[in-house]
């Protein structure tokens, strides 16, 4: 109902922007089965897109494949095929490569999800953060990349991690993922630090 009656939407009849914004809001809320239904009235317009529109929409549609119709493999060649089409200096590149990364992860290709993940870290890291997509987009790759570090078992260097991520969003006063770093907080200390301590991190989120 948001697609029809959501007062943030934009109204622009050129472009997917009322798409992208719902769209966001879903994947926020990893609400798969709304996405899927919002995509296919999307693709039934069978409208004439610019490239970058294609592209964002064919991304969408990996997310989809990977995590609502768990075609997994299907899901990393379409992004994997997406992402050969893009430059870095499209404004959406790193946000695709850090969804292909967390493909990776899941499917079980740890090499290749960590060559990405310090790919995007060693050139996002690099940059000033010059507003709140670039802060986001820094923060989702960092958490993502601690929860892969705490399903590894790797519980030092997830604590580390999630400790510097949730200093950046102190830094910048940004609340972004913040209550689920201090959930994987609590969960990765669980059986490592005093119960006390470990369910401040729970007050806390």
């Given at each position: 109902?948001?697609?029809f009656?959501?007062?943030?939407?934009?109204?622009?009849?050129?472009?997917?922007?009322?798409?992208?914004?719902?769209?966001?809001?879903?994947?926020?809320?990893?609400?798969?089965?709304?996405?899927?239904?919002?995509?296919?009235?999307e693709?039934?317009?069978k409208?004439?897109?610019?490239?970058?529109?294609?592209?964002?929409?064919?991304?969408?549609?990996s997310?989809?494949?990977?995590?609502?119709?768990?075609?997994?493999?299907?899901?990393i060649?379409?992004?994997?095929?997406?992402?050969?089409?893009?430059?870095q200096?499209?404004?959406y590149?790193?946000?695709?490569?850090?969804?292909?990364?967390?493909?990776?992860?899941?499917?079980?290709?740890?090499?290749?999800?960590?060559?990405?993940?310090?790919?995007?870290?060693?050139?996002?890291?690099?940059?000033?953060?010059?507003?709140?997509d670039?802060?986001?987009?820094?923060?989702?790759?960092?958490?993502?990349?601690?929860?892969?570090?705490?399903?590894?078992?790797?519980i030092?260097?997830?604590?580390?991690?999630?400790?510097?991520?949730?200093?950046?969003?102190?830094?910048?006063?940004?609340?972004y993922?913040?209550?689920d770093l201090y959930?994987?907080?609590?969960?990765?200390s669980?059986?490592f630090?005093?119960?006390?301590?470990?369910?401040?991190?729970?007050?806390?989120?």
């Amino acid at each position: 109902m948001n697609y029809f009656f959501d007062e943030s939407v934009i109204k622009e009849d050129s472009t997917i922007q009322n798409f992208k914004i719902l769209s966001n809001k879903l994947l926020a809320d990893r609400d798969y089965e709304s996405l899927k239904y919002l995509y296919e009235l999307e693709i039934e317009k069978k409208q004439k897109l610019p490239l970058s529109d294609q592209l964002y929409l064919s991304w969408i549609e990996s997310l989809i494949l990977f995590h609502k119709d768990d075609k997994k493999e299907s899901a990393i060649k379409k992004l994997e095929s997406v992402i050969s089409k893009m430059s870095q200096n499209e404004s959406y590149y790193f946000k695709f490569i850090n969804s292909l990364s967390n493909f990776y992860s899941l499917n079980g290709n740890k090499t290749n999800s960590e060559e990405l993940y310090n790919s995007i870290i060693s050139q996002i890291g690099a940059t000033p953060i010059s507003n709140i997509d670039d802060l986001e987009l820094l923060i989702k790759v960092r958490y993502n990349h601690c929860r892969y570090l705490w399903l590894e078992h790797k519980i030092d260097d997830a604590i580390s991690e999630i400790v510097e991520t949730i200093e950046i969003c102190k830094t910048f006063n940004h609340n972004y993922l913040l209550a689920d770093l201090y959930c994987l907080l609590g969960n990765v200390s669980e059986g490592f630090s005093e119960k006390e301590e470990v369910k401040e991190y729970f007050f806390i989120c």
